[in-house]
């Protein structure tokens, strides 16, 4: 074996050029080739402590799966994966590693860490690019379990319980698997011919999915007991989107993030001639700074926005979409308008003659400065008007990345299912709800959340399941 790499720095990941990216939606990052992925590997110290691993939400075997690619036995560091994880090629795409199993690596402290996510994403690709092996389907246990949702919380507590031979369906209310991963993040970061992959290696576990079925209208929490089914597990995941409250948000050309998502990833908005056109050309303007915001945002520059502008009422310090995003939308010529807050957004009824002040339009966005004060509850310096500051930004289109809710349609149809003041379900630390054999995770408990946060909790409650069904 080669010896150890004490390069300081990581292997760079080759990338499209940023002014041809900036107008497809190919995948932006190209991947590691074989030999770059071994040298990388090779930066590994194989710590006997991993610490990695305690930063990891569903603690993968960092520092054994990356041995395997120091071998250049790909295949087996895939198999050592995916006993922790159902969606590797996802998790290597958008997990934040830099503030989980990277933020802990110990050659982070001199220099760049691991690039464990860009390793980790290696070996998924490699994986289904060249493995034609099915998975043996396990043995049923005579258990039947239900799972709503199919984002990440949904699949990984499906495919963990398939695993230990569970009858599991997946009930989803939209036309196609995979809740957040393919309607929420764009083809450039996540392509759905990733995500359909995984959720196909689900079903060859046995998982069965049912596409269309809106727990709560089509079929009840109740319901789904009187079936056979003998727990729940609900990942349905915060697909409320949060508004500002601000005069004009009804105005045509306003639109919350999770629909312009939606309609571009799933809707086929992106198309030449599209049926549900979002825009094409003109100004836009994103309010938000998480990765949500920087996915919408780069969306529109896709789409053909002549500008667009992320409007972020706090410092480029505390904005919290990952430095990764944030880089890859400077480079593509997105402006950052920080320490601003929107205050109202301006319209006009004729779309030929922006002289008429009536509303129907967006013409344009009226917003004030911001400084920061003292800490808020969660320690982030409070925003704060400066009085006399305000100005009018010229857009054509504002979106709305502020934050989601989880959906309330389950809570309102699920009796004795108990929900916090944000609208979350209440959980225990396995996942229990207040309601027997009832179990919740991800995003429908704590509000839009990360990937990963989704997947552990999905982890925690398939092992509370499998607990409490095979007593």
Not at 105 to 123: A, H, M, P, T, Y
Not at 321 to 342: C, M
Not at 397 to 425: D, F, Q
Request: aromatic share 6%.
């Amino acid at each position: 074996m080669a010896k150890t790499n004490m390069s300081p720095s990581r292997n760079v990941m080759p990338t499209q050029d940023a002014k041809v990216r900036a107008h497809n939606f190919d995948e932006v990052a190209l991947g590691y080739s074989e030999a770059t992925a071994i040298d990388e590997a090779m930066r590994c110290l194989n710590c006997k402590n991993m610490p990695c691993v305690d930063g990891c939400p569903v603690k993968i075997r960092i520092p054994e799966f990356i041995s395997k690619i120091k071998e250049g036995d790909f295949e087996g560091a895939y198999q050592v994966i995916t006993r922790s994880s159902s969606l590797p090629a996802v998790c290597g795409r958008v997990c934040p590693q830099e503030t989980q199993c990277e933020s802990r690596c110990v050659r982070g402290i001199k220099g760049e860490s691991v690039g464990i996510g860009r390793l980790e994403r290696f070996v998924a690709d490699w994986h289904n690019t060249f493995s034609t092996e099915v998975p043996a389907r396990p043995v049923s246990n005579g258990h039947r379990v239900a799972i709503v949702g199919s984002g990440p919380s949904g699949l990984t507590c499906a495919g963990d319980l398939a695993r230990k031979g569970y009858e599991v369906t997946v009930f989803e209310a939209l036309h196609t698997a995979g809740g957040v991963l393919v309607y929420g993040i764009p083809e450039f970061r996540l392509p759905k011919r990733i995500v359909a992959k995984e959720v196909e290696a689900l079903r060859q576990l046995g998982v069965k999915i049912e596409t269309n079925v809106v727990i709560g209208k089509t079929l009840t929490v109740d319901e789904l007991f009187e079936m056979g089914y003998e727990a729940v597990f609900i990942g349905s995941g915060a697909g409320l989107p949060n508004f500002m409250g601000i005069p004009g948000e009804s105005l045509k050309g306003v639109y919350s993030a999770n629909e312009f998502l939606t309609r571009s990833n799933l809707m086929k908005a992106y198309l030449d001639e599209p049926q549900t056109p979002i825009m094409k050309g003109g100004r836009v303007a994103v309010v938000g700074g998480g990765n949500v915001a920087m996915d919408a945002a780069r969306t529109a520059l896709r789409l053909g926005a002549e500008k667009v502008y992320i409007v972020y009422r706090r410092s480029m310090d505390e904005l919290p979409a990952r430095r990764e995003e944030v880089e890859n939308a400077k480079e593509e010529g997105i402006e950052f308008s920080l320490l601003v807050s929107p205050t109202e957004i301006l319209g006009y009824s004729n779309p030929d003659d922006r002289r008429d002040p009536e509303n129907g339009f967006v013409k344009g966005m009226t917003c004030i400065r911001m400084e920061l004060g003292e800490p808020d509850e969660r320690g982030r310096r409070r925003p704060v008007a400066v009085e006399g500051s305000e100005f009018t930004i010229d857009v054509d289109t504002v979106i709305m990345a502020i934050g989601t809710s989880p959906n309330p349609l389950i809570k309102s149809t699920t009796e004795g299912l108990e929900v916090n003041r944000r609208g979350g379900i209440v959980v225990n630390e396995d996942g229990l709800t207040s309601r027997n054999a009832v179990y919740a995770g991800g995003d429908a408990v704590t509000g839009a959340a990360t990937v990963i946060s989704a997947m552990g909790a999905g982890k925690t409650a398939a092992r509370a399941i499998d607990e409490a069904l095979s007593r």
